[in-house]
């Protein structure tokens, strides 16, 4: 069983390294298998205060990064909705966030790192070596990461400058998002799922940068919990209209600004302790593609389409446009296009059959779904989301396996 502790198991049982499996679906796990549980190497080793080069073990979380390098004006050069991930889980992943048009994702920010492999060595790996290309949102099936070097950005202090824009259908957003590219280090968009007909793609677009020195707002909240797991999801065809409606009318001006603390504006999900457990005993599904960008607008609108004639709609639907950069990873899931992010509860059958209806509208469009939020993508759509595969193939560890790597890879 995972994450049982014991002797050491018997030859050719598969290893595998756990950050703090924030991961969606099964990435982070090793049914059958041994997990290498990293947080444990959660040690800082240098920091440089005037470089912003940040020596730390890979179990440290990017939430620990932040207490000790925001004070002395540095911040993360990328960060993912979770400050609870750790460095080791952010490069195996090579996650992103929402200024990726800006600064790429996670991994072109690291500046090398310590692999541990099965056989005990020990290997520095930096940018332009094949097995850093490798491990950089390689899954973590190249071995360990022990500890790692990483370039953090300047910033005047812990303030951003936010703006919400409405919009009201998808042309809108594409609009918006290339008018802020420039002036905006942060983008992303709120969509409202379930809106139908003319109002099909409207929602909120959030620009955001760090403030100026001397800006200040309202320090956040002790934030909120789930205090237990409802019998049944709270997300459910009931409640979802409402919130949708609700949320998209909640401003009314067509434009709104404001000074808002980086954790909030961030990480509003990590200030809800278990919020997961709204959705139930059964759960939800994340479902998170990135489409080419000649193909991405007729993609997201047949994506929105389909999921509002579904009826089972979304609470969380994000859409964000990346930046040009190429990934440093071969086998990163960021890369030049529009990515959509979406969250369902469990619903059975219904939910995968409309699951299924979404890949085939991704795979159409030449687009590729993230493995990190994926419980339930066939083999064949990973292979073809992957181009990346052959030349990352010969990098896997003999040893390393996860729960995701064998579902794909029957
Ligand atoms: C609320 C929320 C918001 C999120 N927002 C985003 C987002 O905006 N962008 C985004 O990209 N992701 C996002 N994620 C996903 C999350 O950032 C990634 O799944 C991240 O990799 C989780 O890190 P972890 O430390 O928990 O790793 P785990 O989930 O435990 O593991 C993830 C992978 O990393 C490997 N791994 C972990 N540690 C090591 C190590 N030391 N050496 C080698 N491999 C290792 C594991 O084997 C596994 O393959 C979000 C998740 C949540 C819960």
């Not at 002036?183 to 409207?202: I, N, P």
């Not at 603390?261 to 479902?287: E, K, T, V």
Request: charged residues 20%; glycine residues 12%.
């Amino acid at each position: 069983m995972a994450g049982r502790r014991g002797p050491l198991p018997p030859a050719g049982t598969p290893l595998l390294a756990y950050g703090q499996g924030r991961s969606y679906g099964d990435s982070c796990l090793n049914s059958d298998g041994r997990l290498l549980l990293m947080r444990g190497l959660d040690r800082f080793l240098r920091f440089d205060a005037d470089t912003g080069v940040l020596a730390c073990e890979a179990g440290v979380t990017l939430g620990e990064v932040l207490a000790l390098a925001l004070p002395r004006g540095w911040f993360l050069a990328v960060t993912p909705g979770t400050r609870l991930a750790t460095v080791g889980g952010a490069i195996a992943n090579d996650v992103h966030g929402k200024n990726h048009h800006r600064n790429g994702s996670f991994g072109d920010h690291v500046r090398g790192f310590e692999l541990l492999r099965s056989d005990g060595s020990r290997q520095w790996l930096a940018p332009g070596d094949a097995r850093f290309a490798a491990t950089v949102g390689g899954l973590g099936l190249t071995g360990a990461i022990t500890w790692a070097e990483l370039q953090l950005q300047r910033v005047s202090g812990p303030w951003m400058q936010v703006q919400s824009l409405k919009f009201d259908g998808l042309d809108e957003f594409f609009a918006l998002s290339t008018e802020s590219a420039e002036s905006h280090e942060y983008t992303v968009a709120w969509v409202d799922c379930l809106a139908k007909g003319a109002a099909l793609g409207r929602g909120h677009f959030l620009r955001a940068n760090h403030a100026a020195p001397g800006a200040s707002g309202q320090a956040p909240g002790a934030g909120l919990a789930m205090p237990l797991t409802p019998p049944l999801s709270l997300v459910n065809r009931l409640t979802l209209r409402p919130f949708n409606t609700l949320y998209y009318h909640r401003q009314r001006a067509r434009r709104r600004e404001g000074v808002q603390h980086y954790a909030p504006y961030f990480y509003p999900l990590d200030g809800i302790h278990d919020w997961n457990r709204m959705y139930g005993p059964a759960g939800f599904l994340q479902h998170q593609c990135v489409l080419p960008p000649a193909q991405a607008r007729e993609a997201v609108r047949a994506l929105l389409g389909e999921i509002a004639r579904s009826g089972q709609g979304s609470f969380l639907a994000v859409l964000k446009e990346f930046g040009d950069r190429p990934a440093p990873g071969l086998m990163s899931f960021a890369r030049p296009g529009t990515t959509l992010a979406l969250d369902f509860p469990n619903t059975g059958a219904p939910v995968f059959a409309l699951l299924d209806r979404l890949d085939a509208i991704v795979a159409e469009a030449g687009g590729a779904l993230y493995p990190a939020k994926d419980a339930r993508m066939s083999p064949a759509m990973f292979r073809a989301g992957q181009p990346g595969l052959p030349a990352f193939l010969p990098h896997i560890d003999p040893a390393f396996s996860s729960s995701f790597w064998r579902r794909v890879m029957e």
